[in-house]
Structures are given as C-alpha cells and as structure tokens.
C-alpha cells in the first residue's frame, strides 16, 4: 500500500508575508503558508478570519498588496493559464450560470480543460442524480453543490481548492462531497486544500491543519503533531485552592478544590514534569479534539 | 468488520481504528486469517484520510494482531503467535487495573473481588455447558 504523505519536494502552495487591506480593515497580516504536495490541508477559522481572501489570492482573483503567491511555483496573477487549468475550485456562494441545463454547463466547462475527462464527469453527474436536461437555476442548494463539485473534479485536478466545501448543507451531501476529497487524494500525488469551520469534518479527513484568526496564521502543523502537542490534564493538589497555580504550557484551566484541568500545548511527559514541579499529580491525560485545540488556540 | 469512529472522541481517529480492530479481535469476532477491510475501502465507508487507516494497520502490524500477505491485504495473525498473546495479556490487563481502581473506590476488599471472580466465571462455565 502506497501512502501518500506529503512529499518533502516544494510546496505545492507557498505563500510568504502576504497583506491585503480592505479599507481599515486589514483582512490578511503577513500571513505566510506553504501546503506540501499530496494530502488533505484543512484551513480553519472563523468569519472573517480572511480564510476566503486566502483562497482568491491563491486562484489570481485578487493580486498581492505586499508579499508573494506562489502555486506549482508560479504567479497564479501573471499567469492564469498555468495555475488555473490545473486547479478545481468550488467556491463558497457555488456561483454556477443559472441560465443553462447540467448538460450544457458539463459540454461549457470541458472546454476550458484539456485534461477534462468525460467519463469521470458522467460517472458523477450520475452517481450525484444530476438531471441533464434541468437547469442550474432549478436546482436545490444540495444538488447545486453537487454539480459545483462535479465542474471541479471532472478535468482531475492536482490541486483542488474547495472554500467551505460543508457549509449549509444536509448530512447525504456532506458525506458526498467528504467521499470526493478522500477519492481525490486516492489518487496519488494529489492535494486538496479546503476551507472549513467544521471542525469535525477536518478531523476526519485532513493530514494537516493550520489555523487561521485576523489574518495571522496560529497554527500549521500535521494532525498528528497537533494530537501530540496539546492536551487536555487534570491535576490533584494536596489541598483544597482558591485558584488553580500557573502550569508552563497551560492555554486555558478550570475546575475547583483539589482538582483543576488545564487545556495545554505540551507534551503528556513535558507536562506531567511541570506537574510534579508545582507538586501535583496528574490523575487524568487526554489527546484534545480539534474543536478544543481550535478554541483554545484563538482565545487565548 | 464494522467500525465507529467519532471526531470528538479525544482519542485520534487511528487510535480509535486500532483500539476497536484489536477489541473485534480479542472477542473472536474477527478469526484469525480473516481478512481486514481493504484500506481505501475503509477509508471511504468511515470517511477519513487513508493514511490514517494505513497508520492504524501499520500499528496493528506492529503489534501483532495482523499480518501483510504478500498477496496484498491485511489478515488477522494466527493468535497463537507470541506477539498477539502478549497483545490480549495487554488488553486484559488494562481492564483489570481499571476493575481494581473501582473496587477499591467502592471499598470492596480485594479477597471479595476474587471471590466474585470465581463465581462469575463459574456461571460462565454452566451457560456454556447449557448451550
């Protein structure tokens, strides 16, 4: 079996010190990125955290301020040809033409993509129940969804960029377009780079993660690093405190008496010794869920 | 095979493959050469990333529990192997620590314990010998 860990060549995306400003609001802050070949790279974040600004400045519908993008290492503003045939993207608002019918749209997006491959986009368009002759305008938000996925998977992409894939729409779709991200990356050699604040959903799917909040990057690292490296302890004191003792590491703590539980970023063995350094004991050690790491991340 | 995986779990999702696999087969559910789900199989059916189904195998690999065939496939090891009884020694282990503890929580001394012990497993037996 072929694992298809991303390769230590260079980064497939690569994105240093990027700003964009939006009138006063300062939508990106140098933010710097690289996603490596192959894999599932899930971006998190909140509203407005620029998780979308992102994702335009990767496709060249919005040119660097300051700072530099780089996609299969070029310059997806200067050369658009390049980048965009080998890109699928299904964006956010699934911006379709509502005037034509599936058949047509299918016929109108081959054209764009050499490598389009027709049985494949058949294969889909009837595994996802796509009525040929319907038109877009007609479709419900689901299947609309589904034809969007179908445009970007059929031309078999290297690198498919999907801004909240999940968002809005009921569990069977979800599940479809989470079979598609997995069936992509299937396919060796192939990256997918996905917006999403579903956290579970990233959990399931993603090989890496970074985070993002006001235009900063908090966070890039595999999965299981951020396994590894944040966990969720609860201490035993002695005796009763009023408030729990500062823990190195420690991003949130709670609890009373004896017992306080700290949510740090750390390692089990680092934090049992800076336990034992406050004279307590750790009677409870776990791996914390994305959502967890998540909100600890961008509060603290 | 069938398999539950849930994001909030705490636990990593490989984990949680690798814990039920090893449960499925310690409980005979899974018989030794059966063969696992392929992994890309699983990986769509439980919707997560490959690789975290091939880590999951990798370390059941390691731990005993299942075989590589040359064939290609995973198949559950013969359990009389030295590895995979050290794997059951384990699994049981970590339940009777976790017994113990609550025993001990409930002030239910340790000679009692034993003695429950002996008369579970002897209507265990008489089920068995009933069937």
């Known amino acids: 079996m072929h694992d298809s860990f991303p390769s230590a060549g260079p980064p497939i995306i690569d994105i240093r010190r990027l700003t964009r400003q939006f009138g006063d609001k300062r939508a990106l802050d140098e933010l710097s990125l690289a996603v490596p070949r192959g894999g599932v790279f899930g971006l998190i974040g909140g509203n407005g955290a620029g998780k979308t600004t992102l994702i335009r400045h990767i496709l060249g519908m919005l040119k660097a301020e300051s700072g530099s993008v780089q996609v299969f290492g070029l310059d997806p503003v200067q050369n658009p040809v390049g980048t965009l045939g080998r890109i699928g993207y299904l964006s956010e608002d699934r911006d379709l033409p509502n005037w034509m019918r599936v058949g047509e749209l299918q016929r109108y997006t081959q054209a764009f993509f050499p490598t389009w491959d027709e049985a494949y986009a058949e294969e889909l368009r009837q595994a996802f129940d796509l009525d040929k002759q319907a038109r877009v305008k007609s479709l419900s938000r689901g299947q609309r969804a589904r034809m969007g996925l179908l445009l970007a998977l059929a031309h078999r992409p290297e690198l498919l960029v999907l801004d909240e894939p999940s968002s809005g729409l009921d569990p069977v779709v979800r599940r479809d377009i989470l079979g598609a991200i997995i069936r992509t990356i299937a396919d060796e050699g192939r990256t997918v780079f996905f917006s999403s604040h579903l956290l579970d959903e990233v959990e399931r799917v993603a090989d890496r993660v970074a985070i993002i909040h006001q235009g900063r990057i908090m966070l890039s690292a595999s999965m299981d690093e951020i396994k590894d490296t944040h966990r969720r302890v609860t201490l035993h004191f002695g005796e009763p405190l009023e408030r729990p003792p500062s823990l190195v590491g420690a991003l949130s703590s709670a609890g009373q008496g004896a017992e306080w539980t700290y949510v740090c970023s750390g390692e089990s063995e680092q934090l049992r010794r800076a336990a034992e350094a406050i004279g307590a004991t750790v009677v409870e050690d776990a791996a914390l869920s994305l959502d967890e790491v998540f909100v600890s991340r961008v509060q603290s | ?131």
């Open chain 2, 1 to 131: 095979m069938q398999l539950h995986i849930s994001a909030n779990d705490g636990l990593p999702i490989y984990l949680q493959i690798v814990n039920q696999v090893k449960y499925l087969v310690a409980s005979g559910r899974l018989k030794p050469g059966e063969e696992l789900t392929p992994i890309r199989v699983l990986a769509e059916r439980l919707l997560v990333n490959h690789n975290t189904v091939a880590r999951a195998y990798r370390e059941l690999e390691a731990a005993g529990v299942v075989e590589k065939r040359r064939t290609a496939g995973t198949y559950v090891s013969d359990q009389g192997s030295p590895l995979a009884r050290r794997e059951r020694i384990k699994i049981l282990t970590e339940r009777i620590d976790a017994l113990l503890a609550e025993a001990r929580q409930m002030g239910v001394a340790f000679d009692d314990l034993m003695k429950l012990m002996q008369q579970r497993g002897a209507a265990l037996q008489t089920d068995r010998n009933e069937e």
